[in-house]
């Protein structure tokens, strides 16, 4: 390997001119080795190479040599082998073009490979036999086999070497072909009485360094006197041969005569030289006529030398038939597309490059001479640029409207007898102008997507085409920037540029959006590029994704809220209702209540659909004042969401009744860890009741000395009454309900006068633990709707005072005041109060 490295570094070269360039590399060089510079040999950039899609065109010839288009370099492919090559041809050159596009440009390369020692001489035969006789006198030549060594040159084979040389010395003679005939020259005769078998080595060896040899064995048997030898009537003998010939035609016959009778003059023929014919001809050993059984191909050898040995069975001769190998016209051009525009724009300019055609046609003469033509009626011609190299070029106006593809025919025949053909069709598209935009397949697009969806969701694809070709028709599909809310768009969807599929960036929100609308804008890859925009509506579907809350009863942590019965309430009584709502849509957002538990559920029912707590019998006296509902309360979604609420019910006629039972309710309590935030709270609540204590004592006697009315004195139960902005500084809520009544009613009668108000009416019994007995009332404070056929709404209750008994009593809404029946009672102190209290 060190020996081949040095001689390639020795040998390489280059010569480039007029588009060529030549390098010589030694054969058997590693993969990768460098051959040559193309790109500063021939002159040019590599950044040509690169654009230009630089490529290397070798015929059917093995690829040997590749090219690096990145540095512009040939390199060795493979392993090349010059005598698989070139065999004993010298010298032995590679031939192929390196082609260029964007323009079509070709560059014709001519690499020598040079041999290297790497054959040894061989003989075919591994021994060598003679029968010679004892008389046989000094100077007689015996035709020894040839040694074949497959390296040319220095490297080839060069001397003979014959040992012992006693009796036998060496003789070479030069031939026309530059081979040397081999002859062994009796120079001393032999005595079959002294040794009758001689054994010799013949050594071949080649002028390489190192020096490699070969050898074969030549054993001479020593006869008895025959002393004339076979002589041919001819030493060369001469034949013509057309390839392609049957296996079996005669090729020429030799003939030799010995002047000796007998068995010492019967002769017999044999062909030395088997290495190079023994598969093509064959020698009659009694005739001497030579037959062909092989198949000769005059493409491959166009010459055979055949060595024939007459021998009469103790004494040789020799002769040299010379076979010329013929053409005839039996291989079609062979045409090769070494590069193809698959498509032309309409507008390219006359005599443009469209297709680079090599032609190749093994035989000689006129029988590989090729003519190349293309069918007619086409804007298009062909012509030859150099031997064996056409193009096809444009010749007129192309017109795409009128032809948008063409199949060109290109037909190339030799000019042999008779003429032999082939040909190869060509398929060229012709391409538009960028003249049409994309086109929607809808003029608006409406899409919908349940909320929650998954990030990267594929919603729908909006559809664009484009008429032109090819680029000009490649659709690319862009969001076009706009807010939604005033948030970008891109924030919500996104669309794939190729396929035009419209993601959702992220899980969409039913509840704080419904419905967008955004633009996408188809454009194509023409230049300049058309485009197109068509309006996408998103509509996001409701999922059951929110469990319904409930907004009354509020579930307090303080205090018991409880809605109160009296024992006199009939069927159907109105307890309460249960008002929950739900943030999500449609079926999803339809309700339904349900009784879960209660503390006697043959006493209530829950309506189904409003939630309105009623009885469903008449209260007795032995029902528990304590009564404790837990409402189930269940959406109509898939799966359906569900919450629960508890009602407190109190079941009295009197306040201290209802009192004395709830003041015992449990109540769950939330403590903080931290003390002393409670003892501030404590210490501030306390200051701010003593203060409202003092407000409220002061309000009374100054409501006392101003009433005009007088009150009627009762015998029923008497509980403290509070205004609602007073109650609500004891650390009391107001809870909302949905349905309020005013209630007029006297002492003596179950008929009331009754008119019906709006939610902001409410009436709640609230019983603080903290406040030993203390029931308070609670009104929400509104105003008073102007309109005058709206319900009223109660803001205050106020209460005209006097020390002596009334029958009716004053009550404040809003602005407006309302005489009620006599259905108060006052204490000692002049406090008036409510002595039954009727809620819905």
Request: charged share 20%; hydrophobic share 35%.
């Amino acid at each position: 390997m060190r020996r081949q490295m040095l001689l390639f570094f020795s040998i390489v070269y280059f010569s480039s001119a007029s588009g060529q360039a030549s390098y010589s590399v030694p054969e058997e060089m590693p993969r990768g080795s460098f051959i040559g510079d193309v790109v500063q040999d021939l002159g040019l950039d590599v950044k040509r190479f690169q654009m230009g899609k630089a490529r290397i065109y070798s015929g059917d010839s093995a690829e040997l040599v590749e090219l690096n288009k990145e540095r512009g370099v040939l390199l060795v492919k493979q392993r090349i082998d010059r005598e698989a090559i070139c065999a004993q041809t010298t010298p032995c050159a590679l031939h192929f073009q390196i082609i260029l596009e964007n323009p079509m440009e070709f560059y014709s390369i001519t690499l020598e490979v040079t041999d290297v020692n790497d054959n040894a001489p061989h003989f075919n035969r591994g021994e060598m036999k003679f029968n010679i006789s004892e008389s046989v006198a000094s100077g007689a030549v015996f035709l020894l086999q040839q040694a074949k060594d497959l390296d040319v040159g220095v490297n080839g084979l060069q001397t003979y070497l014959l040992k012992p040389s006693d009796n036998f010395a060496l003789r070479l003679q030069n031939q026309a072909d530059g081979s040397k005939m081999v002859e062994m020259v009796l120079q001393k005769p032999l005595d079959r009485e002294k040794q009758d078998h001689l054994s010799l080595v013949l050594t071949a060896g080649d002028g390489g360094a190192p020096q490699l040899s070969g050898t074969v064995k030549i054993k001479v048997n020593v006869l008895d006197i025959n002393d004339n030898a076979p002589v041919f009537t001819q030493k060369i003998y001469k034949s013509t041969l057309k390839e392609n010939s049957l296996s079996g035609t005669h090729v020429v016959t030799v003939s030799a005569f010995d002047a000796d009778e007998g068995s010492n003059s019967k002769i017999s023929y044999g062909i030395m030289n088997l290495l190079d014919v023994s598969d093509l001809f064959d020698i009659n050993r009694e005739s001497g006529k030579v037959t062909l059984i092989g198949q000769t191909d005059f493409e491959k050898k166009r010459q055979y030398q055949i060595y024939v040995q007459a021998s009469d069975g103790g004494l040789t001769d020799s002769c040299k038939i010379i076979v010329e190998i013929t053409d005839t016209n039996d291989n079609s051009p062979v045409i090769n597309v070494i590069s193809m525009s698959s498509a032309i724009k309409e507008d390219v300019p006359a005599r443009t490059v469209v297709s680079m055609i090599n032609v190749q046609d093994p035989d000689s003469d006129k029988n590989g001479k090729v003519h190349c033509y293309i069918n007619e009626n086409i804007p298009f011609t062909i012509s030859s640029t150099s031997n064996n190299f056409f193009s096809l070029t444009t010749n007129g106006d192309l017109d795409r409207e009128r032809s948008s593809e063409y199949n060109i025919t290109v037909t190339c025949s030799d000019e042999g007898v008779p003429s032999l053909s082939s040909s190869v069709t060509l398929t060229l598209q012709i391409s538009d102008v960028n003249d049409n935009a994309p086109v929607f397949e809808k003029s608006s697009y409406e899409a919908y997507v349940v909320e929650n969806n998954t990030p990267g969701l594929s919603i729908f694809t909006v559809k664009a085409t484009d008429a032109d070709w090819n680029q000009n028709a490649h659709v690319s599909y862009i969001l076009e920037d706009s807010s939604v809310n005033g948030v970008s768009v891109s924030s919500y969807v996104s669309v794939s540029a190729d396929s035009g599929v419209i993601h959702a960036v992220h899980s969409l929100d039913y509840e704080q959006i419904k419905d967008f609308q955004f633009h996408v804008k188809a454009q194509d890859g023409g230049s300049p590029p058309l485009s197109s925009n068509v309006t996408v509506k998103i509509v996001i579907q409701d999922q059951n994704d929110n469990a319904p809350q409930v907004l009354y009863p509020v579930q307090t942590g303080g205090s018991v809220v409880a809605e109160m019965v009296p024992r006199s309430a009939d069927v159907g009584y109105l307890v309460t209702k249960v008002v929950a709502v739900d943030v999500d849509s449609g079926q999803n957002a339809w309700l339904s209540y349900k009784l879960q538990k209660a503390t006697d559920r043959a006493l209530f029912e829950v309506g189904l659909q409003n939630g309105e707590i009623r009885t469903i019998r008449q209260v007795t006296d032995k029902d528990a004042v304590k009564q404790r509902l837990t409402v189930f309360v269940e959406d109509n979604g898939q799966p359906s969401r569900s919450a629960t609420v508890i009602v407190n019910v109190a079941v009295a006629d009197s306040y201290p009744e209802v009192l004395s039972e709830f003041t015992d309710f449990t109540h769950d309590k939330e403590y903080n860890d931290n003390l002393t935030f409670y003892l501030v709270l404590a210490l501030a609540v306390v200051s701010f009741l003593f203060i409202t204590c003092l407000v409220v004592i002061i309000s009374v006697k100054i409501y006392r000395w101003r009433q005009s009315h007088i009150l009627y004195h009762s015998s029923l139960p008497v509980i403290p009454y509070y205004p609602p902005r007073y109650s609500d500084t004891l650390g009391t809520r107001t809870l909302p309900h949905m349905y309020n009544y005013e209630v007029c009613r006297t002492t003596d009668s179950r008929k009331s006068d009754c008119k019906f108000g709006t939610a902001g009416s409410q009436n709640v019994l609230i019983m603080d633990p903290s406040s030993t007995g203390t029931m308070q009332r609670i009104q929400s404070e509104k105003n008073i709707l102007d309109e005058p056929d709206s319900p009223l709404e109660v803001s205050h209750l106020r209460f005209l005072l006097t020390p002596k008994p009334i029958s009716y009593v004053a009550v404040t809404f809003g602005k407006q005041q309302f005489c009620c029946p006599s259905a108060v009672s006052t204490l000692d102190s002049g406090i008036v109060v409510f002595s039954r209290l009727f809620l819905e």
